[in-house]
C-alpha cells in the first residue's frame, strides 16, 4: 500500500505570497492532519479534516487554514507569507477523526525569504 | 500548552548497548505514542500504547506507558547503527490533539 505522499518536496517563496500545499492520505484513510516542524519548537499541531469538515484546529493564525476534498486528499494554504513560516510542513493519515495512530508523509520543506 | 518534557536530548552510545528515553508530563494523556524521524523522511510510528501500564514491544522496542498516564518510555536493546536517528514520544490528550515531545537524538557508535 503505497505512503502518504506531500508535493512539492521543496518550496521557496518570498515574504507576502501565499502557498498551498498538497497531501495525499494513505489509500483508505479518511483523516488527514497538518503539522509544522521547525528546530525551534518542534512538532506543532495545525489541523485535522475528516469527511471535508476541519475536526480540530492547533493555535496558528488565521493565515493558515486548509481544507479536504471528497477524495480524502487534503491541502493547506498560508497566506502573506513570514520568515518565521519557514518549516518543514508534515501531513499524516489516519483511518478515522481523532485516531492516536496517525502516519507521516515526507514533507514539504518551505523556506521563506 | 500542554508540554512533554522528553529526555535525554541527545545519545551517543556505543553498538550493541541498550537505550532507555522517556517522556514525561504534568498533565494525563490518555494514548502515547513514539516515533523515529530520519533526516529528510516524516516521523514513522514505531509503538502504540492505549493503556496505563500496558508494555508492548515491537522487534528490540519495547515502551511502556506510565500507571499515573502522565509519563512513558522507550527502551531499544543491542542497538545497531541503523538505529540512529530522532525518537520523538507524542500523547494525545482529551482536546484529542497530538502533542509531541521535543526528540531524543541517538548516535550510534560502531
Known amino acids: 500500500k503505497a505512503g502518504v505522499t506531500q508535493t512539492p518536496r521543496y518550496l521557496i517563496k518570498t515574504r507576502g505570497q501565499q502557498v498551498t500545499l498538497s497531501c495525499s492520505p494513505i489509500?483508505?484513510?479518511?483523516?488527514v492532519s497538518w503539522y509544522q516542524q521547525t528546530p525551534g519548537q518542534g512538532l506543532q499541531f495545525l489541523f485535522e479534516y475528516f469527511s471535508e469538515t476541519q475536526r480540530n484546529k492547533g493555535n496558528f493564525p488565521g493565515r493558515f487554514s486548509g481544507r479536504q476534498f471528497s477524495n480524502s486528499r487534503s491541502e493547506m494554504n498560508v497566506s502573506t507569507l513570514e520568515l518565521g513560516d519557514s518549516a518543514l510542513y508534515l501531513c499524516?493519515?489516519?483511518?478515522?477523526?481523532?485516531?492516536?495512530?496517525?502516519?507521516f508523509g515526507p514533507g514539504t520543506r518551505l523556506t521563506v525569504t | 500548552g500542554q508540554q512533554l518534557n522528553q529526555s535525554p536530548q541527545s545519545m551517543f552510545i556505543q553498538e550493541g548497548e541498550d537505550v532507555s528515553m522517556n517522556c514525561t508530563s504534568s498533565s494525563i494523556f490518555n494514548t502515547w505514542l513514539w516515533y523515529k524521524q530520519d533526516p529528510g523522511e516524516g516521523p514513522v510510528l514505531l509503538i502504540a500504547l492505549y493503556k496505563a501500564g500496558e508494555l508492548t514491544s515491537n522487534g528490540r522496542l519495547t515502551a511502556q506507558f506510565g500507571i499515573t498516564r502522565k509519563d512513558s518510555f522507550l527502551n531499544i536493546s543491542a542497538s545497531i547503527p541503523s538505529d540512529v536517528g530522532i525518537y520523538f514520544c507524542a500523547g494525545r490528550n482529551k482536546g484529542n490533539k497530538l502533542v509531541f515531545g521535543a526528540g531524543t537524538i541517538l548516535r550510534v557508535k560502531s
Open positions: 499524516a493519515s489516519s483511518l478515522e477523526a481523532l485516531t492516536a495512530e496517525q502516519y
Open positions: 489509500s483508505g484513510h479518511r483523516s
